[in-house]
């Protein structure tokens, strides 16, 4: 079925890559899509919000039912030739958006045309904003709009996954997703002096060593927790002279459990002040709690894997859960809802070996064929 609506498919993801559009600014965007939409017989269109769109299909019938794209871009310069490459300086689809939107847009095409083939109400959710947040999800909710669905499928193209693979499971998909900004206020001095100053840079050095504690010594190797610290700044090259008064530290926590995200949070702000009362050094701490982890309803991922496996009998496999964030969270969170990876990185190693948020990223074409069926298939068998 797949092949009737293909060159559509290929023609939307083409001409939305060459013209990207950032988190909450997705304007030109979203008016492509309800262009479309509108164009539908049987769809009626929902502005939910200023850059998010619900095309709805047998509104009233049978079960609330929702089918879930991401539609917003990065700030990435694309280092691809493709000639539907980004037209826009500075913004790409380097996460697989683009894919997600044309694969719905085709399901829409489909359903529109099918319409008898489904015996619930169905939602295509066009959502903007998953880059940046708090999130689009998380303001589509907001609305109360999805308060009384029965169920939500999304999906994710992966380009780490060879395309075919497709990755159910149930319980932890994604990570709970946070992120930390530390100042600490040392004491500047010359650098031949150094008992006269408090050195910022000892001391984030410090704290950097038992952060790592966190990790190796504190939490089940079974429960996995990511703590990255990717900030480290103090000093100005050319001042080799100089112990400098301040230094930056900023970095990315990443947990599976509520546990363990309050444990960590809970730890770094102690570890912190430990080390900094030991130099008598000051801090300031400012913890940004991120998207949560998405957890697939595990009722609903038998179905879905139970539906998949009778298509695509030898592609259904279950991996461990990413540690990205995703903030899809925000709908399987009130509503029982199954999130899929779908392989796009071609089906020989090194065709799309970039990973997501890479200049060079890409996505295999021949995977929205996967991705298509699924969302059908998911939608025509829901009883």
Not at 70 to 79: G, M, N, S, W
Not at 102 to 114: E, F, K, Q, T
Not at 263 to 268: D, N
């Amino acid at each position: 079925m797949y092949q009737f609506y293909k060159d559509k498919v290929i023609e939307d993801r083409r001409y939305l890559h060459a013209h990207p559009e950032l988190s909450f600014e997705e304007y030109e965007t979203t008016k492509y899509i309800r262009d479309i939409l509108n164009s539908l017989e049987n769809c009626e269109v929902v502005e939910l919000t200023e850059t998010s769109t619900v095309g709805i299909f047998n509104r009233g019938k049978g079960k609330k039912l929702g089918l879930r794209a991401d539609i917003d871009a990065l700030p990435v310069q694309e280092e691809r030739d493709f000639e539907f490459k980004s037209t826009i300086d500075g913004k790409m689809h380097a996460c697989g958006h683009d894919g997600h939107t044309a694969i719905l847009l085709g399901v829409a095409r489909y359903i529109n045309d099918h319409l008898d083939e489904f015996d619930n109400e169905i939602n295509c959710i066009f959502q903007h904003a998953e880059e940046k947040i708090p999130g689009g999800a998380k303001e589509m909710v907001a609305t109360g709009f999805f308060s009384d669905f029965d169920f939500i499928y999304g999906q994710h193209l992966m380009s780490t996954e060879q395309t075919g693979v497709i990755d159910i499971k149930a319980g932890p998909v994604t990570a709970n997703s946070d992120k930390y900004h530390i100042k600490i206020q040392g004491k500047g001095g010359h650098a031949s002096q150094p008992e006269q100053s408090i050195d910022p840079i000892i001391i984030g050095s410090q704290f950097l060593s038992s952060l790592q504690t966190i990790v190796s010594r504190q939490v089940s190797p079974f429960d996995p927790v990511v703590v990255s610290n990717t900030v480290f700044q103090a000093g100005v090259p050319g001042a080799e002279n100089i112990i400098p008064d301040s230094a930056i530290l900023g970095g990315s926590v990443r947990t599976t459990s509520l546990e363990n995200r309050a444990h960590v949070k809970k730890q770094i702000d102690q570890q912190l002040k430990s080390v900094c009362e030991v130099f008598d050094a000051s801090y300031e701490l400012n913890y940004t709690d991120g998207y949560a982890a998405v957890i697939n309803d595990e009722e609903k991922a038998d179905y879905v894997k139970s539906v998949l496996r009778e298509v695509y009998p030898e592609n259904v496999v279950t991996r461990q859960p990413l540690m990205g964030g995703e903030d899809f969270s925000a709908f399987s969170e009130i509503v029982p809802s199954v999130y899929v990876i779908i392989g796009s990185g071609g089906k020989t190693p090194g065709e799309y070996d970039y990973p997501h948020h890479h200049p060079k990223f890409a996505l295999d074409e021949d995977s929205f064929e996967y991705g298509f069926n699924s969302m059908i298939h998911v939608m025509k068998s829901y009883k």
